[in-house]
């Protein structure tokens, strides 16, 4: 099993920033690419942030492309996503996802839920205009 606690939610205004962490535990960090998804209130949960084992693949959604960098640090188990101008259609529950590499593939769509196994349990982000 492998465990995952967001942290770095909160209440901010447009147009600031926050910093979201996921730290994971339970299995060796290196072998999941992580995601981060979002679900704003009566809405689908959505993709927001991909980025593999080492780092070097890594894909956003047009909706924050530019605004938003997912990173990991291996040494310290924990993704992250920093989030900067920030706008009310930013607000949701925040969760961070975890895919072993041993069941992805080159075409797997990395944007689908379906392609992660392990979950957190979210962290709010409330953006005020």
């Known amino acids: 099993q492998l465990q995952l606690v967001e942290s770095g939610g909160g209440l901010v205004q447009a147009g600031e920033s926050l910093r979201l962490s996921c730290v994971v535990s339970?299995?060796?960090?290196?072998?999941?690419?992580m995601g981060w998804f979002r679900q704003a209130p009566g809405k689908a949960r959505e993709f927001v942030a991909h980025?593999?084992?080492?780092?070097?693949?890594?894909y956003y959604s047009d909706s924050v492309k530019g605004r938003f960098t997912i990173s990991r640090d291996n040494d310290k188990s924990t993704a992250y996503l920093q989030m900067s101008s920030l706008k009310p259609e930013d607000t949701g529950v925040y969760y961070c996802?975890?895919?072993?590499?041993?069941?992805?593939?080159?075409?797997?769509?990395?944007?689908?839920?379906?392609?992660?196994?392990?979950w957190g349990q979210g962290t709010q982000v409330t953006v005020s205009s």
């Open positions: 980025i593999s084992w080492g780092g070097s693949m890594i």
């Open positions: 339970g299995q060796a960090f290196t072998s999941y690419a």
């Open positions: 996802a975890g895919a072993h590499i041993a069941t992805m593939t080159p075409t797997d769509d990395r944007t689908s839920e379906a392609e992660y196994d392990y």
